[in-house]
């Protein structure tokens, strides 16, 4: 079962309180969606640790269900 775009965005917002994040379903199909994570916790980590980081928020859903998300992050 794939995962609805709350629950992604609920999921990154509790590992990252207080960051911006926006998420946004691409396709239109619950399957393929965009996420733009913007922390204060990426301070000093380069662009694939952000990314690791979130992508250990979503606790090893990638891939099953979540199947796509293109990935943006910043610190904040």
Do not use: C, W
Request: net charge neutral; aromatic share 6%; charged share 20%.
């Amino acid at each position: 079962m794939a995962m609805s775009l709350s629950e992604i965005e609920t999921m990154i917002r509790e590992a990252f309180p207080g960051a911006r994040v926006e998420v946004k379903d691409l396709a239109g199909d619950g399957n393929h969606y965009s996420a733009s994570v913007v922390s204060t916790a990426f301070k000093g980590k380069s662009r694939v640790q952000q990314h690791q980081m979130v992508y250990a928020a979503l606790k090893g859903r990638m891939g099953g269900e979540l199947h796509a998300l293109a990935l943006q992050t910043a610190e904040g």
